[in-house]
């Protein structure tokens, strides 16, 4: 017997997000309008996650993975197509203006007239195929003065064939990619540049070229054409991203969130498209590292990832740290740059209502790590606030993110506790 599924949503948020009734009671379309919004809030955030290249500046030969079967994560899936999607249609539109091909050496047999050639296995092959010869006057062979001609002579013949293993794992991988597309992902086909790849890839398996090429039966793994040739090599990377037998967790986790319509871990990804989206502005590009080694704290499974600006910022995601007294802190981020070290918690709550609790969390983070600041990232509209140590009045308003980089960049003091807001963006292509 199935477990009864149910939706808790606090009574605060379903009055924010419209979800009850002037008298806060639940509206009769109450669920799908949460999922609408979710999927719209969740599609927002592929958008950009994609938009931020976090697979592409992950390196290859950091994974520690052995090719594998197919990745079951859907998340992971979906926005490697998206990162991937001109890489994968120039590919395949390189592929398709000129492809990969051998020539074939076979026998045949000619009448006398088309021989192009004659050799030692030619005339062979004519005296050891007797009844092959006809009596004439004209015969280029004599037996017992009479004339013979063959009525067919062997000639070795060369024509060019697509039909190579290289096409073959093209092909193969391609097809993979529509079965995801048409199974896995189909409910995410609204998305336009997911059409787009799935259109390109239907075109290119019924062109003259893959609708003639074989199976795959022998995997080309060293092969010079696939690890060299353009638009090979580039498919041959995204398969092998594709076969990662190792998803960072953070993949799984919107996987999870996904499933489960789970709001709040949704928040702390926005929350990280945000951030980088801002510090690249003033602390120009980041490359990513990704710590495999998996970390637990109780029931909780998380990996550290690190995303290092040019100009010197580190931004930390999920990172664990040991205060003085030995207990573990794992703040959703912290930041280092020069001197400075703060936090950055994302807090799926409304400050007015959690004012309390989120400063005595911020409090919590700010002692236990000796930082210059911890600041709660909200959800709202409402502008945020800043209280400096060492003078409970000295609290100012209209705080918000620009302010604090703004700080960091200009190396003013930055020393204490506050909170700004975001609101969703829920629209998918709302920023283009």
């Known amino acids: 017997m199935d477990t009864p599924k149910y939706l808790v949503i606090p009574k605060k948020l379903a009055r924010h997000f419209g979800l009850v009734d002037e008298e806060g009671k639940p509206l009769s379309n109450f669920y799908q309008i949460y999922i609408d919004k979710f999927e719209k809030f969740l599609s927002y955030i592929l958008e950009n996650l994609s938009k931020e290249h976090i697979i592409y500046t992950i390196s290859l030969s950091n994974f520690p993975v052995e090719e594998s079967k197919l990745s079951d994560t859907k998340i992971f899936k979906l926005l490697l197509l998206l990162e991937k999607k001109n890489e994968l249609i120039n590919s395949l539109q390189l592929i398709l203006s000129n492809p990969h091909r051998k020539l074939l050496e076979y026998k045949t047999y000619k009448s006398l007239e088309e021989v192009s050639y004659i050799d030692s296995e030619v005339i062979i092959d004519i005296c050891q195929r007797p009844e092959g010869l006809y009596q004439t006057e004209n015969g ?59 259109e390109n890839i239907e075109y290119a398996l019924q062109s003259d070229i893959f609708s003639d090429v074989g199976s795959l039966n022998i995997f ?97 995601f999920q990172k664990s740290e040991k205060a003085y007294s030995k207990i573990e802190f794992r703040p959703d981020f912290l930041i280092y740059f020069t001197d400075k070290k703060l936090v950055f918690d994302a807090k799926f709550r409304i400050f007015e209502n959690n004012k309390k609790d989120i400063f005595q969390n911020m409090h919590y983070y700010k002692d236990g790590l000796q930082l210059d600041a911890a600041i ?24 918000n993110l620009s302010k604090v980089l703004g700080s960091l960049k200009n190396r003013r003091s930055l020393k204490g506790i506050g909170y700004f807001t975001m609101a969703i963006k829920e629209s998918y292509n709302e920023t283009k």
């Open 220 to 316: 080309p793994s060293n092969s010079q054409v696939l690890i060299k040739r353009l638009g090979y090599r580039e498919i041959f990377q995204i398969y092998r991203l594709f076969h990662l037998s190792y998803v960072p967790r953070l993949f799984k986790d919107l996987d999870m969130a996904f499933s489960l319509k789970d709001m709040a871990t949704l928040w702390e990804y926005y929350v990280l498209i945000e951030l980088l989206r801002e510090l690249k502005k003033e602390f120009g590009e980041y490359t990513v590292e990704v710590d495999f080694q998996l970390r637990k704290k109780g029931k909780t499974e998380y990996e550290e990832a690190k995303f290092k600006f040019k100009d010197g910022l580190t931004l930390y």
């Open 376 to 399: 709660a990232v909200c959800l709202g509209n409402a502008m945020g606030e800043f209280c400096y140590e060492g003078d409970n009045s000295n609290c100012i308003e209209n705080f």
């Open 140 to 198: 280029i062979l004599e037996y017992n003065n009479q004339g013979y001609s063959p009525i067919s002579v062997l000639q070795y013949e060369m024509d060019e064939t697509y039909d190579t293993l290289e096409n073959r794992f093209v092909k193969h991988f391609l097809k993979e990619l529509e079965n995801i597309l048409s199974e896995d992902l189909k409910e995410f086909l609204f998305i336009p540049e997911l059409q787009a790849i799935k």
